[in-house]
């Protein structure tokens, strides 16, 4: 052991190496000698822990370029999703629109994201995106923050800390990724005050609950699963109409928030904004990068002099939202005002997407893999095939539904190596495996990343 140690060459020597002096001259002498010693120190612990042979020089020389091009490479970058899963939180949810990643680009330099221009002086970037949320929703006001978590935990904490807020027991949810209603609650320092059963809540469960401390009926939209048989949720409409009665807030929690009726596509109907609206809430909140198909934003539409006090409160501050959500969510609210959010925003165009135009792009993928690999249907070694499958929509909304779809299966020996493969490639393809078939759906798909999709199976196969 100690004599393969030996062996190993010094930072010195490996800098002289003809590989090693090209990487230093691209890279510079700090980072190539890290990424040198970060090797050294790797293949010496390897020795210890039991390699019998130093590996040879030009072999370490390698390892430093493997490395230093690991360095380089940004930890996060763009997938392939053929998943089927349409908003899927693991790969970033809501691809973007091309109109709403131009708007962002520009955001780049400059802009009037706080600048009146008209007057010359200070103004405010909340109203970039306010005058488009009321026009698409009917709401008086609009405030943009962060993600919808944070708009629960400001609307909670600037309006009911202290007080109490009754909900519904079959309403208490946890979204995932630690956010429970109950804790954001007790975050915020509102007092929790839960009601009628886990399936069964009636008006009268909200009436007896309702004491000189109530500051609001929240409702929460139970977005990523569904009680089935002996269930009953107060509508909306309902509570909102008690709240009025005793002088208190109605809030609703839509998660999703969907400006256009999901039913139309053969889906369940998943509430809109503009239906909570029209029931009365005083006050709304939704995700930006869910159903709406922006970036990740949470928006609270509703009464201007509830929104008033919400963008006083510190922590608005705090959660504040940035130029480039700003820019993206302004362009992708522009779509639904021109009529064009099914063209133009992809979780739209996808959730719109005719099973005969995927059929034809998954015909065209696997004829494709099999002239390409030379493929033997049948009884080959791989085989590819289109078969019928689903899709979901994802993103917490519409838990259990479908869309129906065409799969490009791909048949293996190892289908579970050849899905590592794929996610270690560039760019990772990201499919599934059912019953040990290799699946993937090209309804998530990019039409820009279908040659980069071609590549990454030829690569893998
Ligand atoms: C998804 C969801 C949230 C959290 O939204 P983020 O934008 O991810 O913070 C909150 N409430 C409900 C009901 C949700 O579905």
């Known amino acids: 052991m100690q004599k393969e140690l030996r062996k190993l060459p010094s930072v010195d020597k490996l800098l002289k190496q003809n590989e090693v002096r090209a990487l230093l001259q691209e890279h510079g002498r700090e980072l190539t000698v890290t990424a040198i010693q970060e090797v050294l120190a790797d293949t010496r612990q390897a020795i210890l822990s039991g390699l019998r042979a130093c590996p040879k020089t030009t072999e ?23 998943t089927g899963v349409i908003i899927h939180t693991n790969l970033g949810r809501s691809p973007l629109s091309v109109a709403a990643q131009e708007a962002i680009r520009e955001m780049s330099a400059y802009s009037n994201l706080e600048y009146d221009l008209p007057a010359g002086e200070r103004g405010s970037r909340y109203i970039h995106a306010e005058e488009l949320l009321c026009r698409l929703t009917g709401a008086e006001t609009g405030l943009v923050v962060n993600n919808d978590a944070a708009a629960v935990l400001l609307i909670l904490t600037a309006l009911a800390k202290g ?3 009754v909900i519904s027991r079959g309403q208490l949810v946890e979204i995932g990724g630690g956010f429970r209603i109950p804790e954001v609650m007790a975050q915020s320092g509102a007092h929790l005050v839960e009601v009628g059963t886990t399936n069964r809540t009636y008006l009268q469960d909200y009436q007896a609950a ?5 500051a609001m009926l929240l409702h929460v939209h139970t977005s990523n699963f569904r009680l089935l048989g002996f269930v009953h949720q107060t509508p909306l409409a309902d509570i909102v109409t008690l709240a009025q009665a005793h002088d208190l807030l109605a809030v609703e929690d839509l998660g999703s928030g969907a400006l256009l009726d999901t039913a139309q596509f053969g889906l369940g109907h998943e509430p809109t904004v503009q239906e909570s609206l029209a029931a009365g809430a005083d006050l709304v909140c939704f995700s930006g990068d869910k159903l709406l198909g922006g970036p990740q934003a949470g928006i609270i539409v509703g ?3 509830l929104i008033a006090v919400l963008k006083h409160h510190p922590l608005t501050r705090a959660m504040r939202v940035s130029k480039t959500v700003i820019a993206g969510l302004q362009a992708t609210l522009l779509h639904y005002l021109k009529g064009e959010a099914t063209d133009q925003i992809p979780v739209w165009q996808m959730i719109a997407m005719d099973v005969g135009q995927i059929k034809s792009r998954a015909t065209a993928l696997t004829e494709w893999l099999r002239e390409a690999l030379a493929l033997s249907p049948p009884g080959g070694k791989v085989q590819a095939e289109v078969v ?4 979901r929509v994802g993103g917490g909304s519409l838990p259990g539904e479908t869309l129906p779809t065409r799969l490009v299966a791909i048949r293996v020996t190892a289908p579970h190596e050849l899905a590592q493969r794929l996610r270690l490639g560039s760019p990772p393809l990201i499919g599934r495996i059912e019953k040990d078939v290799f699946l993937l759906d090209l309804r998530t798909v990019l039409r820009t990343q279908e040659a980069a999709l071609r590549q990454a199976l030829k690569a893998a196969l």
């Open 60 to 82: 370490l020389c390698q390892r430093v370029a493997t490395r230093l091009s690991s360095l380089l490479r940004p930890s996060l970058h763009p997938v392939i999703n053929a």
């Open 163 to 165: 007080r109490e807020v």
């Open 210 to 214: 309702i004491t000189l401390d109530t």
């Open 303 to 305: 009464k201007s002099a």
């Open 388 to 391: 019928d499958g689903s899709s």
